[in-house]
């Protein structure tokens, strides 16, 4: 069974920084393309990041391009999210999700999210 | 950069009516790179529909999708108690990937 455990939210000063991560079980993260998507309190879903299956090429969105950066542990399955500079419109929970295995953009599974709160 | 809008943005129904959500996008979405989402509240979003109208794994048939280019709809045939959610079309076509910003499904 496809499992992704996000952790590492809290609350964060703007300007700072935070990293997050997400533990897959199931199967191997490194065979699929992952991304985090976001979603502001009340508000819809915003892609944030994808990261390949081999590694070798990261996307990322406009509006934290420069400021975070995506990265995996093959070794441990996990998948991690390096936020800096952060701003207070980047409160939102961050979802990890599993590409599915032909379109790598397309988020088949998805984890129970961890909350980021950026606020003085 | 595709900006796809769904409408309605809410739409009040009753159990075993049919929904019918509309998504359109600002321009054509390559090989009908469309797909559909649910989210109940407090939950992640589900994947439904891919490819403008394959269902997911275990996704029932009162759910279908349809359409091609920048019009997509999805369709819930006779709703059920537990299909009242927020609905979100996304293309996975081209950078940067989009969603929709959602259609409410709610209680009549």
């Known amino acids: 069974e496809v499992q992704l455990l996000e952790s590492g939210g809290d609350l964060v000063q703007p300007g700072g920084s935070l990293r997050l991560s997400c533990a897959a079980s199931?199967?191997?993260?490194?065979?699929?393309?992952m991304s985090w998507v976001r979603q502001a309190p009340g508000k819809g879903l915003e892609w944030v990041s994808t990261?390949?299956?081999?590694?070798?090429?990261?996307h990322y969105a406009d509006s934290v391009k420069g400021r975070f950066t995506i990265s995996r542990d093959k070794s441990k399955n996990t998948l991690y999210l390096q936020m800096s500079s952060l701003r207070v419109e980047d409160t939102a929970v961050y979802y990890c999700?599993?590409?599915?295995?032909?379109?790598?953009?397309?988020?088949?599974?998805w984890g129970q999210g961890t909350l980021v709160t950026v606020s003085s | 950069e595709i900006v796809l809008t769904q409408s309605p943005g809410t739409l009040s129904l009753s159990p075993g009516e049919r929904a019918t959500l509309s998504c359109r996008a600002s321009?054509?979405?390559?090989?009908?790179?469309l797909a559909w989402y649910q989210q109940k509240p407090g939950q992640a979003p589900k994947l439904l529909i891919y490819?403008?109208?394959s269902r997911a794994t275990g996704i029932p048939d009162r759910f279908s999708g349809s359409g091609s280019g920048t019009d997509f709809t999805l369709t819930i045939s006779r709703l059920e108690p537990k299909d009242f959610a927020v609905y979100y079309c996304?293309?996975?076509?081209?950078?940067?990937?989009?969603f929709g910003q959602g259609t409410k499904v709610e209680i009549k």
């Open positions: 990261i390949s299956a081999s590694g070798g090429s990261t």
């Open positions: 490819g403008a109208s």
């Open positions: 999700a599993k590409g599915h295995n032909t379109y790598g953009f397309l988020f088949e599974y």
């Open positions: 199931g199967f191997s993260s490194s065979s699929y393309a």
């Open positions: 321009q054509s979405v390559s090989s009908s790179y």
């Open positions: 996304q293309h996975y076509g081209n950078s940067p990937w989009t």
